[in-house]
């Protein structure tokens, strides 16, 4: 009886009817990267000072410039290692009385403004910048600056609540069903944190987003990767991936375009709705018909592949099965994971491996908004490091396989990060931390990519790597570590050491 991969061979790996389906599903690639990365944008933190009643008014009277009515009115830096009381203090003096002069008005009340008591910021802050973010709006400086670190991790906290439920619906209910409930709910409520009326319902927009929208990334990639062939499916799998720094890309030039985070925000989030076309432009995946014993529709699929490509199908297509594969009979769990020594093993390794490269990929795209030089060609130029990355996995996963490349690529990552520390240079800082982003996406691409390649299918989509995210325990991100420790590749595992891995 011919499988899916047998079939494929005779009327096409990568035809019309894959390019097509593959590019389509790229677009919900590329929409997932404002939702990873938004925080760059949405939260970014601009100079500010304490607004002050009446500096405005003794500034026009006495025709400052700004640089003028900073000096006069703003405190300097306070002692190394404390805050900095020129953004969180204010002069506790009332600008309106008319005994202020312009040219030193502070000189009348002290003969040294260091003697001049401070105060918190009472009535707000001043923001320098023509645009506006979540900073600016809820003034999260300060004292309430750990607001901002909450706002993403509310995101991340739904990524990883999200690998525990999203991954069985897939498996449950289907790729495609997936895809459209998770699109449907993250473009709902991306709507609703552009509307959000304060910082509260804030987060609880952000982490409904989070609880889907990396789900509706993983289910897009298995969708995708099923369709083809199996020599295309490690291409397309990457390729995949590079959509996402291609949303990278054009999410900063959005950002550029719209400098205000409610505008911004509806401007990424109103065009997923889209996605719902997906309904009809978009089959189920053959191979989860199989394994759901929808033979039927799954013959219907494969028949209209064929004919999309130019092909007619093979005279036995009705005869279409799953491979003779015991694993593809079986009922994923996440106890599979730590099943047996040899998938246990797996598991801590990967688990370890994902939190590492999700804590660096994210420092260093926070790194951006930090650095004090211009955000938006700071976040251009690191995302396009990302596209030599994908490249250089195609390059070198088939000559040296996935343990050197990833070895290398952490190393790099690492020692980058430890560099930046000693580096002063804003453009010098900027190169180690492209260089570092660049390594630690190789880590992730790979990983993502050795998924199929390390577990037995039922347990690759029961696990919770490509389903999880930065905290999230991952049992396919760190497989090629453990398994290229064994000195061979996938297909040459032995059969005995397969069955092993198997629920009894």
Same mark, same amino acid.
């Given at each position: 009886m011919p499988t899916v991969d047998d079939v494929l061979e005779q009327v096409g790996e990568f035809g019309w009817f894959q390019k097509q389906a593959f590019l389509t599903l790229c677009l919900l690639s590329a929409s997932f990267a404002p939702i990873y990365v938004g925080i760059v944008f949405l939260g970014f933190t601009p100079d500010h000072r304490c607004l002050s009643p009446g500096v405005a008014e003794l500034s026009r009277r006495c025709g400052w410039s700004l640089a003028e009515e900073l000096n006069f009115t703003v405190p300097g830096p306070g002692p190394? #290692?404390? $805050?900095?009381?020129?953004? %969180?203090?204010?002069?506790?003096?009332?600008w309106n009385q008319s005994a202020l002069g312009c040219v030193d008005p502070l !000189?009348? *009340? !002290? &003969?040294?403004r260091s003697h001049l008591p401070l105060g918190p910021c009472l009535h707000g802050w001043v923001y320098d910048t023509p645009g506006s973010s979540i900073v600016t709006e809820f003034n999260l400086v300060c004292e309430n600056s750990w607001k901002v670190d909450v706002f993403q991790s509310c995101v991340n906290v739904g990524f990883f609540l999200g690998s525990l439920g999203v991954g069985y619906i897939a498996d449950r209910f289907g790729r495609k069903l997936c895809v459209l409930a998770t699109t449907l709910i993250s473009a709902i409520s991306g709507v609703l944190m552009a509307v959000a009326p304060d910082y509260t319902s804030l987060l609880l927009f952000r982490l409904l987003q989070g609880l889907v929208s990396k789900g509706s990334w993983t289910a897009g990639y298995t969708l995708t990767t099923e369709f083809v062939g199996l020599g295309y499916r490690r291409t397309v +799998?990457?390729?995949?991936? =590079? !959509?996402?720094?291609? #949303?990278?890309?054009?999410? %900063?030039?959005? +950002?550029?375009?719209? @400098?205000? /985070?409610? #505008?911004?925000? *509806?401007?990424v989030s109103v065009p997923t709705f889209l996605f719902l076309f997906y309904y /009809? %432009?978009? @089959?189920?995946? @053959?191979? /989860?018909? *199989? &394994?759901?014993?929808?033979n039927s529709q799954a013959i219907k699929i494969m028949d209209h592949i064929a004919q999309k490509n130019g092909k007619l199908p093979p005279a036995d *297509?009705? =005869?279409? &099965?799953?491979?003779?594969?015991?694993?593809?009979k079986l009922s994923p769990s996440f106890a599979d994971l730590f099943r047996t020594p040899h998938l246990r093993k797996h598991t801590c390794i990967l688990m370890y491996l994902w939190f590492t490269s999700s804590v660096l990929y994210q420092g260093l795209i926070m790194h951006m908004g930090a650095t004090g030089g211009n955000l938006y060609l700071d976040f251009f130029y690191s995302a396009l490091v990302e596209f030599p990355a994908a490249f250089i996995i195609i390059l070198t996963i088939d000559r040296v396989g996935r343990l050197? @490349?990833? !070895?290398?690529?952490?190393?790099?990552?690492?020692? $980058? %990060?430890?560099? =930046?520390v000693f580096i002063s240079l804003h453009w010098l800082s900027m190169v180690v931390a492209c260089v570092g982003r660049m390594g630690i996406t190789i880590v992730f691409q790979m990983v993502c990519l050795v998924n199929a390649e390390l577990y037995p299918t039922f347990v690759s989509g029961a696990e919770p790597g490509c389903w999880g995210n930065d905290a999230a325990p991952s049992g396919d991100q760190g497989g090629c570590v453990a398994r290229d420790h064994g000195g061979r590749e996938p297909a040459e595992e032995s059969e005995a050491q397969r069955k092993e891995d198997l629920p009894s």
């Open positions: 190394e #290692g404390e $805050a900095f009381p020129r953004q %969180c203090r204010s002069y506790q003096v009332d !000189a009348s *009340l !002290a &003969s040294n +799998a990457i390729l995949y991936q =590079m !959509a996402f720094t291609a #949303g990278l890309v054009l999410f %900063c030039g959005v +950002a550029y375009a719209i @400098p205000h /985070w409610r #505008g911004l925000q *509806l401007a /009809w %432009c978009v @089959p189920e995946s @053959p191979r /989860w018909l *199989l &394994s759901q014993k929808k *297509l009705k =005869m279409l &099965s799953l491979e003779e594969d015991v694993t593809e050197y @490349p990833l !070895a290398v690529s952490n190393l790099v990552a690492g020692a $980058a %990060c430890f560099t =930046m």
